[in-house]
């Protein structure tokens, strides 16, 4: 497995590319404004096509990008039913965006939630819900790899914002200590903005959620 992080989108939010060569395929979690112009030529070379997307969240700046990508590849589309509101009717987000955006709904075809399975690329990824910023938040954990893809719920030394409609502080606090600090010290956090950490230095050093 390759791992592409391809940052996009006005804030920027990392979309991020994951290729199996062998099996001739790939899978992209979260999909911001312009992501396509990213991922198809890393398909072109890894000489791969797209079949799933999956989406840790239903805010704008990781769905934007992702009806532009069923319509080029097909790809089926996977996110947690607590954000089907704002993937399917989008336009419910403009009172908390920075400015008026038209943003094309996202139609999931298969909606999971904790402890479910997904598989791609040969692989089998857990599922976790981490409320808090988002609602439907979820983790991608890849266990074989030892790789989890957390949304917004953490980052390098900080956590998602909480005063967003359905955000709680006390809700994501709960998350990080339940679902991302239980998993094992030297997994590698990809969150949705930022640069990765892992899970041993923000339970030792993140100033919000202490391990």
């Excluded at 590319?17 to 890393?42: F, H, K, Q």
Aim: with cysteine.
């Amino acid at each position: 497995m390759k791992l592409f992080p391809l940052p996009a989108g006005p804030l920027p939010t990392n979309g991020y590319l994951l290729t199996n060569a062998e099996r001739g395929e790939a899978l992209l979690i979260d999909a911001p404004e312009g992501i396509w112009a990213r991922v198809e030529p890393r398909l072109r070379e890894e000489k791969c096509r797209l079949t799933d997307l999956w989406i840790t969240h239903g805010h704008w700046d990781h769905m934007e990008g992702g009806a532009e990508i069923v319509r080029e590849t097909g790809a089926q589309v996977t996110a947690h039913p607590a954000d089907r509101a704002m993937l399917e009717t989008p336009a419910i987000m403009r009172d908390f965006m920075d400015e008026d955006r038209e943003l094309e709904p996202l139609m999931v075809n298969r909606w999971v939630e904790q402890g479910a399975r997904c598989g791609a690329l040969g692989l089998e990824a857990e599922v976790r819900h981490v409320p808090g910023h988002c609602p439907g938040n979820v983790l991608f954990y890849f266990a074989t790899k030892r790789v989890a893809f957390v949304g917004d719920a953490i980052f390098q030394g900080s956590i998602g914002r909480t005063d967003l409609p359905g955000g709680s502080f006390e809700m994501l606090e709960r998350s990080i200590r339940t679902q991302i600090y239980t998993l094992p010290g030297g997994t590698k956090l990809y969150p949705g903005h930022g640069p990765p950490t892992t899970v041993e230095a923000e339970r030792a050093s993140n100033p919000y959620v202490r391990g």
